[in-house]
């Protein structure tokens, strides 16, 4: 499938990419770059419903005090040093 792609200031830097031999074409890099934006949006989504199951927990009533997290990191704290 063609593309054509507005890159602005970082088609200098595609080209740099290109020429510095980095990669083998714009398409490289550019299907590099789509790939990190893939990855990024996927740990996002996963950051999202990792937080969406602790607000859950909360409404549920689901907490722990401060100091039982506190006491909790404090222990793995020492093992790690250990």
């Known amino acids: 499938m063609t593309m054509t792609v507005e890159l602005g200031g970082l088609e200098a830097v595609v080209e740099r990419l290109v020429k510095e031999g980095r990669y083998g074409s714009k ?18 989504a996963e950051l999202k419903a990792m937080l969406q199951v602790g607000i859950d927990e909360a409404d549920r009533g689901d907490l722990i005090a401060i100091e039982e997290v506190e006491a909790m990191l404090a222990e793995r704290r020492q093992r790690s040093v250990a």
């Open 27 to 44: 398409s490289e890099v550019l299907r590099a770059g789509v790939r990190l934006v893939e990855e990024h949006e996927t740990r996002l």
